[in-house]
Every structure is written in C-alpha cells, then in structure tokens.
C-alpha cells in the first residue's frame, strides 16, 4: 500500500466520529459522473459539497475564453465558498472529474448546524480560511514567480495533496496530462513541456508510466525561497 507523502489536515476527518456521523445524516448523499458541473461561476450559491469520493476541479473562465485550474479538491474535503452565506456570486465552475461519491448540503442546513454544534462550526470557519490563503498563495507564485515558478509552485501543491512515498522521491498519484499542467499556470502546453523537459534534464523530476516523481523537491523549494507556510496552505 502505497504511503502518503505528505499527512494534512483535511475538513472531514478534523471532526470527531460523532460529528462525522451527525453531519452526514444532514446532507443528501449522491453519485456523479465525469463531467458533472455542481456550480457554475456567476451562479448564486445553494449548496456546499462534502467529497467521499472521487476529485471536484475548480476553475475560471478568463477573458480570452481560456478555462484556468484554480483547485483539484478530493476525498474529505468540501466544495463551495464563502459567497453561500453573504449572496455573493460563486467565483469558480466545479466539475467533476471521473466518478464521484458526494453529499450535498444546502445552505438553511449548514446554517442550522453552526448553531447547534461549535465543532462544526469551527472545522468550517478553518476550511474556509485555508482554502482562502490556498488560493491567494496560488495566485502569488503566479504573479510573482513568472512561469517557471508557476510550474514549479504547482508540482509542490500536486505532490502535498497527491504525493505519495516512492524509491526516487515523491510521486504525484493522479495522472496529469501537459495540457492540464497547463491549465493551472494559464500557459501553452508547448511551455510546459519544454519546461518539464528541461526539470527532467537536470534530474529534478521524471516520468514513470505517466505519472510525475519528484526526485529532487529541494531544488523546486529553493527556487521559490519556499518558507515555512503549512502545509494545508500549499495544496493544489
């Protein structure tokens, strides 16, 4: 069985069983298919989505007409935003990626519950506040580090959310095609794959039956002058 990288505080599995149990008796649990859109950006929110299983891609439109990759959000994790309780527009389109198990919860509920249950309340004010800084660093790396560290930032977001033990380094367990590379960084897929093979010449990372290892993190870190921000805010 292959080893988690990385252990990170997700939303779910902070609460405690019972809490687990009172929150799932509260939403509705329901099966997804590949390419199943649960919001759409510019929507008024209604729910937030808890994911058992499965992944839920976040991303914008730019204004080229472009889809840019902000979250790849999986197992444990929610799927909404903060505008749910202020009115405010949704900011991202969430679709599903591949087959997903999840339970949807609609707003008076969540509301309901946040009075009744601290713990509750509390596990979704830190998700909240994590997904934020998640993204405001994303879009940091991006504007600051141009796109070779916008490539770089990336593959350390991957490997903290889908990083697992491997002989050679870290390998990024879920498959990514150089187009969805692309996608999170707002670049060309030729960019990337000149990018990548230029990592690959100097050792820094390979590819193995389609999936990236990291064989050098360090060199990836060092780049970015990396500090010593947690790791639940360094996630893709």
Same mark, same amino acid.
């Given at each position: 069985m292959e ?7 997700? %939303?779910?599995?902070?609460l405690?069983h019972n809490?687990? =149990?009172?929150? @799932? ?7 997804a #298919?590949?390419?199943?859109?649960? %919001?759409?950006e510019?929507d008024?929110?209604?729910f937030?989505?808890?994911v058992l299983?499965g ?9 080229d007409?472009?889809? &840019?990759?902000v979250h790849l959000?999986q ?8 505008? @749910? &309780? /202020?009115?405010?527009? $949704?900011s ?6 591949g087959e997903a198990e999840l339970?949807r919860?609609?707003?008076t =509920?969540?509301? #309901?519950? &946040?009075? =009744?249950?601290g713990?509750?309340?509390?596990a &979704?004010?830190k998700?909240?506040?994590r #997904?934020?800084?998640?993204t405001?660093a ?9 796109k070779?560290? *916008?490539?770089?930032?990336t593959?350390?977001?991957f490997?903290?959310s ?6 050679k380094? $870290?390998? !990024? +367990?879920?498959?990514?095609? +150089?187009?969805?590379? *692309? /996608?999170?960084i707002?670049t060309?897929?030729?960019?990337? +794959? ?6 690959k ?5 390979? !590819?193995?039956?389609?999936f990236?290892i $990291? ?9 970015? #002058?990396?500090?010593?921000c ?7």
């Amino acid at each position: 069985m292959e080893k988690k990288a990385v252990e990170m505080k997700r %939303f779910f599995s902070e609460l405690s069983h019972n809490n687990q =149990q009172i929150l @799932l008796k509260s939403g509705t649990k329901m099966k997804a #298919h590949e390419g199943t859109v649960l %919001f759409v950006e510019g929507d008024q929110p209604e729910f937030v989505y808890l994911v058992l299983s499965g992944q839920v891609s976040l991303s914008k439109v730019t204004i080229d007409g472009k889809e &840019f990759s902000v979250h790849l959000k999986q197992k444990d994790e929610l799927v909404g935003e903060v505008g @749910l &309780f /202020n009115e405010m527009a $949704i900011s991202v389109t969430a679709k599903v990626v591949g087959e997903a198990e999840l339970v949807r919860f609609e707003r008076t =509920q969540i509301e #309901h519950l &946040f009075c =009744q249950n601290g713990e509750i309340a509390m596990a &979704f004010m830190k998700w909240f506040t994590r #997904h934020t800084q998640s993204t405001q660093a994303k879009f940091r790396d991006l504007l600051l580090c141009g796109k070779t560290g *916008a490539i770089y930032s990336t593959l350390i977001r991957f490997s903290n959310s889908y990083g697992v033990e491997h002989k050679k380094g $870290i390998k !990024i +367990n879920v498959s990514l095609t +150089n187009q969805d590379l *692309a /996608n999170f960084i707002g670049t060309s897929r030729e960019s990337v +794959n000149r990018m990548l093979n230029d990592l690959k010449k100097d050792d820094v990372i390979q !590819i193995e039956d389609g999936f990236i290892i $990291i064989k050098n993190m360090q060199f990836l870190k060092d780049y970015l #002058h990396c500090g010593d921000c947690p790791v639940e805010i360094c996630t893709i």
